[in-house]
């Protein structure tokens, strides 16, 4: 991990490069798009990596879509795209449920694309959708035994994804439900914010987790990026070698970390989340974890990759 | 700090225990009372500690209330009280503002109390009340630019305090404030939960914080105990020495770690969050951090004081 200047690499070493792996995870937003907005040239490159042979992998945390909707976006901003090819979170915590064989509720804190897909796994869930405080419960005074006829009996775990009706009744039932250690805590990712391109800041699931956390007084499973638990999904349906896999990312504590974890080879954009300054900042740390987000490589946008192909 | 029962002391010590403070802070919450009840014994042994010629300070990082509603709480419920004697977070934190001459707007996320706080201060503010997610901007796409002009211009501080209306667009405002590193960010406390009776768990001020200060990027000031604010701001009531102040509190994170950091003897009671089983695990572990979370003495409940007195 030195965060090499792709576009500085000599033609020798670029082929070297492009020949030493075969499978290419991609994370989303960021790198492929921002928003509904496909980032200019990176259609191509995935174009042309599939054209050289390469299998390609979109492997997102975020948790909105299900996989059906994740293949229209593909195709509408000319992606290539198999329901397969895509590893969403929404997906991998359906899918985990179903191969523990769960049977009790699930409390969910998400949105549509998360329902859909417990929906799909054939998960019984409650607690979708907007949540306000009840009229008149608005004092801690006033809470007491209002809120406790809403808990639902037999909920098993709590499953935490983006969920924009966030609100304090869904903290209260969530952090009560985990008061039982047998009830399982489940999160999609732990990514503090969403790349957009506005000058507003939108809170991404991870800071839901931190409240959730915080109350409950427990750490949850995270299936998404950076756990390799992502990686393990892809290779039941693909095998990989770390070695000959490249992970393509624009937020080095997901994507980046991931590779490190798993052993994959990695591509930082600057596109999205992390800059060239926070990779600085690592490089002159001496904290070894901080070593593990320096990338090996780095480009200003996936598109540059084209000409070098 | 060796977390010695209090009821285990001989006559003599008790008596040299008893003389050696002048001055007592008491957190209200889980020592006091547990929402609206007294816990029985606790007024009598307040009674018996002004007799005795101790100065009392009620200092609490709940921000629900302002002083005046202190005051009628602890009457209510046999504690005597003037407003001087109430150092409440959201008191602490309008004072603040008020004491560097602070001009701009804040953004409130907090509950009646605190606005009313800012309103003596005269503090402007912003952001009181529900906000729910606007119709229509539920998915992540349809939010860009949908919140952008609910944003007010002139917001110089984002002020935190328990908000039961705590929700998604808040967290987009808090943030979005927060990314000019000119916004000032202060947090009545970090209390993560309240002590409450029933089986339901209440997240407090706290999990708020942490997810705020992670979309945010941000370490906040926080006002109220463990920091040190808090004690400057009685001693310019009345001054305060270390040596000879006791506080009383049931949260070690809080209150007992408080006294670790201002010099204070620490009297914990069992009545709300912290348990013996806390203590012990702190008493074995090498952390430092740990130890300073171990109180000098602890009682089962503060009533059991009345009888050693």
Known sequence: MN???????????????VDSFDTVLTDCDGVLWVENNAIEGSPEVLKKLRELGKKVFYVTNNSTKDRKDYVSKCLKLNYQATEEEIVSTAYLVANYLKSINFRKKAFLIGSAGFAKELDLAGVKYVGFGPDPMPEGLTTLGSLEGGLESLLEPDVGAVLLGFDPHFSYPKMVKAASYLSDPNCLYIVTNTDERFPVSSRL??????????????????DPLVVGKPNPYVAEAVSKIH?????????????????????????????????????????????????????????DFYLNKLGDFLQLL
Chains 1, 2 share one sequence.
């Not at 965060?3 to 490069?17: C, G, M, P, V």
């Not at 809170?203 to 007084?217: E, F």
């Open 201 to 218: 800041i939108y809170p991404g699931t991870g800071s839901m987790v931190a409240a959730i956390s915080a109350c409950a007084a427990r």
């Open 3 to 17: 965060a090499t200047y792709l576009s500085s690499l000599s033609k020798e070493d670029l082929k070297r490069f």
């Open 239 to 295: 095998p990989l070698d770390p070695k000959r896999t490249l992970m393509i990312g624009d937020r080095a504590n997901s994507d980046v970390l991931l590779g490190a974890n798993c052993g994959f080879r990695t591509l930082l954009v600057l596109t999205g989340v992390t800059s060239l300054d926070d990779v600085d900042k690592w490089k002159k740390s001496s904290d070894p974890e901080d070593k593990k987000l320096i990338p």
